[in-house]
């Protein structure tokens, strides 16, 4: 029996951590504001940034782009973080910035990683994730940062009216959510620096409900941002491919993401970065990367390839941007055929987002005027920090 000393200790201590508890910053759960027209406002103009990086691209079924990317007031991946979204009516010629999503400015929740998607639909899905940054650096528990989304029912739409964000799950969402062949909705989640982290959520009904269906564990060793991607290939299986400290580990699932096999190294060769794949309308595979399928280098030299294969075999690469610090491809295929990349280029310093686009026969050709008329396409989205 403890004596009345133990007792009075025992209870001042449960008050202390219950106290704590009730203290603990929760903002990272509330909506974040939405700035409309954000250039007028001094804060947010580009000028302003120092940090603009990680974009993302989606082409209406019409032809309105749209992409969405995270900047700062600071030149760091912190508290100041928030996510721009921005469109063009005229092919990328010129863009507008529509939007800010910023939950709190110099709070202590910051807004970043966004990944902007059309459904088949023709709705425009707008997805971030939310945290409270001081605690990302010692682990994600399922409670601090979440994927959070906005909808808008009609892409064309330039100015559109802006719903109230909505938090879908725990994590953050790098890249594109895929559809399969039975219809279901699969986005690509992850609760880094734990156990089965890179995880497949899906959705059944389009979008209006999310589960985890199931996940790959990435070893503690090999641990760094998953960042990872799915498809569904021609047998029915997912395949999965994760951003590693070693460069890319691959998983499949042949349940239709329940279950997946142990994550092993990929024989593409990769820094630790993000890359890019899709499916094209060809049925192809696109990969987008730095350097040659079978080279590890760093972040330069950006290269597509393709596969006819589902991934077991792929062509040699077509250069789209040699440059050191280019990084995060993303982007979309459109009905005719034309493929859009966009990527970031010296985040800290000239922080400059770029698009680009080329087609199917242009990897294959992969020709030296390939790669010339590839670079005549290069198209300035957005450039922070003073020109």
């Not at 759960?29 to 990086?53: A, Q």
């Not at 063009?88 to 939007?99: A, F, K, M, P, Y």
């Not at 497949?200 to 209006?208: C, E, L, N, Q, T």
């Amino acid at each position: 029996m403890m004596n009345l000393k133990a007792c009075y200790l025992l209870l001042i201590s449960t008050m202390l951590h219950n106290l704590c508890l009730g203290q603990r910053d929760k903002t990272f759960l509330d909506p974040p504001k939405l700035i409309k027209n954000p250039s007028s406002v001094e804060y947010y103009s580009p000028e302003n940034r120092k940090f603009s990086g990680i974009s993302s691209l989606a082409v209406s079924p019409k032809g309105r782009m749209w992409a969405t990317w995270y900047s700062g007031i600071t030149p760091g991946e912190d508290a100041n973080n928030y996510v721009v979204v921005s469109n063009s009516g005229d092919n990328g010629q010129t863009w507008e910035e529509v939007l800010v999503i910023d939950s709190d400015k110099q709070g202590p929740v910051r807004a970043f990683d966004p990944e902007i998607w059309i459904d088949p639909a023709g709705k425009l899905w707008i997805f971030w994730s939310q945290s409270i940054h001081k605690e990302m650096d010692k682990h994600y528990d399922g409670i601090n940062t979440g994927v959070w989304v906005l909808t808008i029912d009609d892409a064309e739409e330039s100015n559109p009216t802006w719903p109230t964000p909505k938090r879908i799950v725990d994590g953050i969402m790098m890249c594109k959510p895929i559809v399969l062949s039975t219809g279901e909705w699969v986005l690509p989640v992850s609760t880094w620096q734990i156990n089965d982290g890179a995880k497949a959520v899906v959705s059944v009904d389009h979008g209006k409900s999310w589960q985890v269906r199931g996940a790959v564990n990435v070893p503690e060793l090999a641990r760094n941002a998953d960042e990872h991607m799915i498809v569904e290939r021609k047998d029915g299986t997912l395949w999965m491919l994760v951003r590693t400290k070693y460069g890319i580990g691959e998983s499949v699932s042949e349940d239709k993401g329940y279950s997946w096999t142990p994550l092993i190294p990929s024989k593409i060769q990769h820094p630790t970065a993000r890359f890019f794949i899709y499916r094209l309308n060809s049925g192809n595979l696109l990969l987008v990367k730095h350097g040659p399928i079978d080279m590890k280098i760093g972040r330069s030299h950006l290269m597509a390839f393709i596969s006819k294969d589902d991934g077991f075999t792929w062509s040699d690469g077509l250069l789209l941007d040699q440059r050191k610090d280019v990084s995060y491809p993303d982007g979309q295929q459109t009905a005719d055929g034309t493929i859009y990349i966009t990527y970031d280029y010296k985040r800290r310093s000239d922080q400059k987002i770029y698009l680009t686009s080329f087609s199917e026969d242009d990897i294959e050709l992969g020709s030296d005027r390939t790669i010339l008329e590839v670079y005549k396409r290069r198209m300035l989205i957005s450039q922070g920090g003073a020109k």
